[in-house]
């Protein structure tokens, strides 16, 4: 069945720093991901989305890389600030599909 | 910038009551979803509505579950009797499409329902 799952729940890193998250799927039939940012009490923030006949995606210091060989997706985000700690999720579509479905988070936290 | 809001931001009911949350999309989007999260759970997806109908729903939304678009900008999602295991946060989304470049789903801020 289709799921989006996380490599690791939790991230620390040190202000400045890059960061990477993780996000593994199992639906190949999925054509569209995007990663979501969570504050806590608030609603889930578009951050970036990528198509799946695309590799790479850059925005401003994320980039999404997608690998549908092994089904992987990444978030990595340059120079870490503190306003970036968050719970961050992936989320897939499946072609033909109007729905989300969300993996389970990945809270990361920026140290000063 | 345009934002998709929701009220209320806290919604407490006793079981077997109706409730009601309401939700504005942003204004110029016409694909609307419900989604919830139970705390610390994944977001799932509930349901999607376009021109007036539900075009997608999940297992999750049956017979005690509907929305409604009731006016140019309000979308309403109405849980008939509620169950304890409806205690979740209900966020709203809205797109302006749902195909190629305008797919991207806005969230709102929720609204916390908890059934006692």
């Known amino acids: 069945g289709e799921s989006v799952g996380l490599h690791l729940p939790t991230l620390s890193v040190q202000e400045g720093d890059n960061s990477i998250i993780n996000c593994a799927y199992s639906n190949s039939a999925s054509d569209y991901f995007i990663w979501y940012k969570q504050e806590s009490g608030k609603g889930p923030q578009f951050i970036i989305d990528?198509?799946?006949?695309?590799d790479k995606r850059q925005g401003q210091r994320v980039t999404v890389l997608l690998n549908k060989t092994v089904k992987h997706l990444s978030l990595q985000i340059a120079a870490t600030q503190p306003g970036d700690s968050a719970v961050y999720f992936c989320?897939?579509?499946?072609?033909?599909?109007?729905?989300?479905?969300f993996g389970k988070g990945t809270k990361l936290t920026v140290n000063p | 910038e345009p934002e998709v809001t929701q009220t209320p931001s806290h919604q407490v009911t006793q079981m077997g009551q109706e409730v009601i949350l309401r939700c504005v999309p942003i204004s110029n989007h016409l694909y609307f979803y419900w989604y919830r999260q139970i705390l610390g759970q994944k977001v799932e997806f509930l349901v999607s509505f376009y021109n007036n109908e539900i075009s997608e729903k999940s297992e999750i939304f049956d017979d005690q579950f509907s929305v409604e678009r009731p006016d140019g900008s309000n979308f309403t999602l109405k849980i008939r009797s509620t169950k304890l295991e409806d205690s979740a946060m209900y966020f709203c989304?809205?797109?302006?499409?749902?195909?190629?470049?305008?797919?991207?789903?806005?969230f709102g801020p929720g609204t916390r329902l908890t059934v006692t």
């Open positions: 989304a809205s797109s302006r499409d749902s195909t190629t470049s305008a797919y991207e789903q806005y």
């Open positions: 990528i198509r799946s006949n695309m």
């Open positions: 989320a897939e579509r499946e072609g033909g599909s109007e729905k989300l479905v």
